[in-house]
């Protein structure tokens, strides 16, 4: 019998793009600057998938002065609700303290509701007839604008579906700051709590080619970004640190992308003209199927005690200017521009 041994290490891509720090990123923090001294709560969102990765290093040195609650939403696509999934998120939980941290699940309401009682606990002991008033901020596309809708549906009591915010699978809906929205009347006791959507900000410059790929099948920048067979090669890679039966409905353990896609492409119909693998489309597919719970619910950061304190510390040795953040936006325009071309 012949013994499947994983990948350990995945290659660093020295080619890939570092940046997705766009002009509408920039002036959507600086609108958030300028609100800040009437908010009095900022509620900051990260995908549970990427609890290191979906952190912005930006916020924490821009928004400060203001009680903040930290939100991991996608819970129901990364964690099977075992005891370990249990276990990463206490170790979660600790990084942060004092500083609360949730964690929520579009199937579990009772994860919306916890959002809902902080607004209430908030509000009562704010002690202001006019409301509390807090700003949902986080990267592109780590669900801000799901739980706006989500908080709001719960808090007001709401049967219909309705929503306060535009809700698309790629990041870039939100442009701008929304008008406040409220989640929660007044009583006598407290006064209502508003909530306001932002646009998702990404960071000048990510660290290593590793959290863009991460940040990517996380959907965090477009899917044109980087190339589809690139992201199912570091998703066969994390696939098979977790578990290699999980394709085996398409193809063999196997650590070549190439190989997996050959075989996916027959049995899911990817084909190009002659009949030999169409390997984007194949490729495209396979991480949207991960998307959606397809191919297993797991983590793609590492969560371990330390796990935190080492991200910082690499993001702060960087130093990055923001000089090299704006030439890392133009080169992004540029790329962006002529694959448009290409494909038009």
Request: glycine residues 6%; contains cysteine; aromatic residues 8%.
């Amino acid at each position: 019998m012949v013994w499947f041994v994983p990948r350990r290490v995945f290659p660093t891509l020295d080619n890939l793009p570092r940046s997705y720090f766009l002009g509408h990123h920039k002036k959507g923090l600086d609108n958030m600057k300028i609100l800040l001294s009437s908010i009095n709560v900022v509620v900051e969102c990260r995908d549970y998938r990427i609890p290191l990765s979906s952190r912005n290093p930006l916020f924490e040195s821009s928004l400060t002065g203001r009680e903040r609650l930290i939100v991991h939403t996608k819970q129901d696509l990364g964690s099977e609700d075992h005891p370990e999934d249990r276990e990463r998120e206490r170790i979660i939980r600790g990084w942060h303290h004092p500083t609360p941290v949730a964690f929520t699940n579009k199937d579990n309401q009772e994860t919306i509701k916890q959002i809902v009682d902080f607004a209430k606990d908030h509000a009562k002991s704010a002690d202001s007839l006019t409301g509390t008033k807090i700003l949902i901020i986080g990267m592109p596309n780590v669900g801000k604008s799901s739980l706006l809708n989500a908080v709001r549906k719960q808090g007001m009591n709401m049967q219909r579906k309705f929503k306060a915010a535009y809700v698309m699978a790629q990041p870039g809906t939100t442009k701008k700051i929304t008008t406040q929205v409220k989640i929660v009347e007044g009583t006598e006791e407290r006064g209502p709590v508003y909530v306001m959507d932002t646009p998702g900000v990404f960071m000048p410059y990510v660290p290593n080619s590793e959290t863009m790929l991460k940040l990517a099948l996380c959907s965090c920048v477009p899917d044109n970004f980087i190339s589809h067979v690139t992201l199912a090669d570091y998703l066969l890679y994390k696939m098979n640190l977790y578990d290699h039966n999980i394709y085996g409905e398409y193809s063999y353990p196997t650590n070549d992308i190439i190989e997996l896609l050959d075989n996916l492409a027959q049995r899911a119909g990817k084909l190009a003209r002659g009949g030999g693998a169409n390997y984007e489309a194949a490729a495209l597919w396979l991480v949207q199927r991960w998307r959606m719970t397809k191919f297993g619910r797991f983590m793609l950061d590492e969560v371990a005690d330390d796990s935190f304190e080492k991200a910082k510390r690499e993001y702060e040795s960087m130093d990055i200017s923001l000089h090299q953040a704006k030439k890392a936006e133009k080169e992004t325009r540029k790329k962006l521009a002529a694959e448009h071309r290409l494909a038009v």
